[in-house]
């Protein structure tokens, strides 16, 4: 992510670096320090990122906790940086690779329209 000033001096602006995709991917993020685990779906994905929306009704704020997003074959490690109603917003160690973002849009599930 990449801070940007504002020529006038107001707040800095912020702007992805990473293209981000809409995705429905099933999945479980785990939170390393307690190993609890909670049952998901990817909702959007980046190189350095993924939204995650767990099951649970309810969300609790768990900014800054260390994870692993189980998705698709893949343990991606990462920390969550923000919590909203979507879920949890994880940021990765490591940005993924062209074929790690490929294997994972592959497994992308499309949602059955009703007829």
Known sequence: MALHFHPFGRRPVFSR???RHACRI????????KMVSYEGRLINLSRGGAMFRPRLAYL????GDAV???VAGLALPGEIVAT????FGVR?????????LA????HHTAEIEPA
Do not use: C, K, Y
């Open 17 to 19: 670096a990473d293209e």
């Open 68 to 70: 692993q997003v189980q």
């Open 92 to 100: 990765f160690e490591t940005p993924l690779t062209e074929g790690e």
């Open 84 to 87: 909203s109603p979507l879920g």
């Open 26 to 33: 099933d999945g479980e993020i785990v939170l390393t320090e």
């Open 60 to 63: 609790m704020n768990r900014r």
């Open 103 to 106: 294997h994972l849009l592959a």
